[in-house]
């Protein structure tokens, strides 16, 4: 065997604790590491280079019973459900089933807020979702608005999704900005910190400092929104998505 070859390399995908287990090489990685992605149910070991991935990989099966401990504990999806409580602006909300075949609605009544839909089982679970896109759609073209008049440019054209793991995309030269609809479950301050990071993408499309400072002078702070995604982000994603 060549001492030199590598035996691992970048993007090789193992299996550990019965989850994926990705290897990845980031040359701006000090040393090896591991990260349990809860929303996609897989792990990914990171190494400075190849010749330092069997060290990551040794280190995952090390580290296998915290592995498997955290992929546990990551928040199931369940589809929505009648009685099944879920989250509107960071909010809990009752889901009532109404018997009949109607749309799902919001009620607001001296008991609080809740949704009440027709259908059952999966026409149940599709009409809570439309009726979340829709107002996810709302408010994410307000608050698009809002930030763009901010900054003197054209309202972009706002069209909701449900991409696996991002929250927003935007193509400056189009002019168009994509959001998750799973924002309208997170707190209302988390939804507006996304509208401007994707509005401040129309003038620097990088990640950079001077983008950084467009975020800022739209939202004053812009790391508390950061920090919510990157630690309930996963909920937010594993939400109706029954388990996978
Ligand atoms: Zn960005």
């Known amino acids: 065997m060549n001492l030199f070859k590598p035996k691992f390399s970048n993007g090789q995908v193992l299996e550990i604790a019965g989850a994926r287990l990705v290897l990845r090489t980031n040359a701006r990685a000090r040393r090896v590491s591991l990260r349990v992605d809860g929303a996609r149910g897989e792990v990914v070991a990171v190494a400075p280079n190849e010749r330092r991935l069997s060290e990551a990989v040794d280190f995952a099966h090390q580290r296998a019973d915290w592995i498997a401990e ?146 800022k002078q739209l939202l004053g702070d812009e790391k508390a929104g950061r920090r919510w995604l990157r630690a309930h982000g996963h909920e937010l994603h594993a939400v109706g998505r029954g388990g996978a």
């Open 70 to 215: 955290r992929l546990k504990a990551r928040p199931q999806g369940a589809p929505f459900a009648a009685a099944r409580p879920i989250s509107l602006r960071g909010e809990p909300v009752r889901l009532e089933a109404s018997g009949n075949a109607a749309a799902a609605r919001f009620v607001r009544d001296d008991q609080g807020l809740r949704i009440v839909s027709g259908g059952e089982g999966d026409a149940f679970a599709r009409r809570v979702e439309r009726l979340l896109r829709a107002e996810a759609k709302r408010e994410l073209q307000a608050r698009t608005e809002v930030h763009a008049a901010a900054l003197g440019l054209k309202a972009p054209a706002v069209s909701i999704a449900d991409p696996k793991s991002r929250w927003g995309s935007c193509t400056p030269a189009r002019g168009t900005i994509r959001y998750s609809w799973r924002l309208i479950m997170a707190p209302s301050w988390v939804l507006d910190y996304v509208a401007a990071h994707e509005v401040a993408h129309l003038i620097h499309a990088d990640h950079s400092p001077r983008f950084w400072a467009v975020v």
